[in-house]
């Protein structure tokens, strides 16, 4: 079954203030009962063998004539002296000393006592009935006096020459804590329910301030889906609810330029596509219809065309690849400045159209793992694009910083303008003399996609493009190298 956040948190919680005081109140009752009665019984326990200790010590003393003839005083009282000093610092033990004939040596007034009496009736009944008491002789035992538990030591004493005491009698009650605890168990569970229902009343509130921003989380992604981006506010005070929020947030802004910039992708890809098609749709219809005197020459504007269309296309393709994360990164060794004279070399026809002298001057040699196709690319563009601004020559530099290489790609045109160098990266973006407008954005996504990076600036004899890459781009590249 599906709960809410709320009755998530607020039923188990509710279920422990409810349940765990009830259960604390009979573990506590049941345990003081046995606690008490514990202490009681261990403490007769070394009352009773202390006493045996003084019995056995009297005995011992006293167990012929000649030391009672030595003594100064009966060994009756000597023994009933002992015994009342070591009982009387006990408190919650009771204590009856027989004499001959079972008469009650001590106390004097036990039948003001009434758990004294009825425990001296319960002793001479017992003898009566069956000539001997059925109290077990020298141990600890439980006995009902009067319809209460008591604790019982009892023991006989061995006679001795001019001592009368026969018997000795200790006994505690045992206290009934549940009785005890019944007078107060109706303020206990008042108390108990009304903290309880306080708890369950905060408990409500602090569950519904975390599910009401979970909720309005919840509406902001339904809105995300259906791309209304507008932001959250959910007034969280929970630090991972607001983090959340904050995601959130960021995630709308990220996802609204990101919608925005597709739009405007896709408006400038369909307007850079709708020109080319439509020279080559106007040039093919004015051959079918005879228009043209030399058809050579419509032919020519068509392969143009077709070749500018053919780049734009191929262009999309490769940015669209990389944004997916689609293109697989293929490493090899390469030594960069045999690679760099190779572009060189490509790049001379197009150089010599514009008059324009491509210069490099290899000092010592580099190796780098990248990727040959994605690095022809962003060079290739880079240069394409100095070639058509530069007066007289283009010239590439290598050089080292730390881990990584960089190939400076530097013109003698008229510089890059503030305005220009802000959106110069961009997709579609193109200058005075621009082709279509993605071949610097190519060059910077397919340096970014290998872990490096490509920025420019202008100078006062022209402009200068920094190619930054790794010596080794398997540790940084977009791609993972597991043949994903």
Known sequence: MK?????????????ILIVFPLAFWLVFRYSLDGHMNYNTRRNLERLAEDMNTLIGRFEEEYGDDTA??????PAENTLLLELRQRIQTETGVNWLVLGEHYRVLHPQNYDDEPTMAFLYSEFLSQLSAAGET???EGKIFETSINGSQYVLFFRT??????QNVRCLILYSPLYDASAILDDVSGLVLLIIAVMASVSILLFWFVAGSISGPVRRLCEAARGIGEKKFQKVETKATVKELCELEDEINQMQDKLLKADEAERVFFQNASHELRTPLMSISGYAQGIQRGVFDDVSQAAGVILDESRRLTEVVDGILTLTRMDQLRYQVVPVELKLNEFVEDQLERLEGLAYQRKIRLEFSPKEPHMVTTDAMLLARAYSNVMSNCIRYAKTKVW???TKEGDWLVLTVTDDGPGIGEEELLHLFDRFYKGKTGNHGLGLAIARRSMEYMGGTITAESRAGGAKFLIRMPQDCRSLAVEQWNGV
């Open 134 to 136: 059925a109290w077990t």
């Open 157 to 162: 004493l061995e006679p001795v020459a001019g």
């Open 396 to 398: 590439t530099e290598i």
């Open 3 to 15: 709960l809410s956040i709320r009755m998530k948190i607020f039923l188990p919680v509710m279920l």
């Open 68 to 73: 009672l003839q030595g003594s100064g005083e």
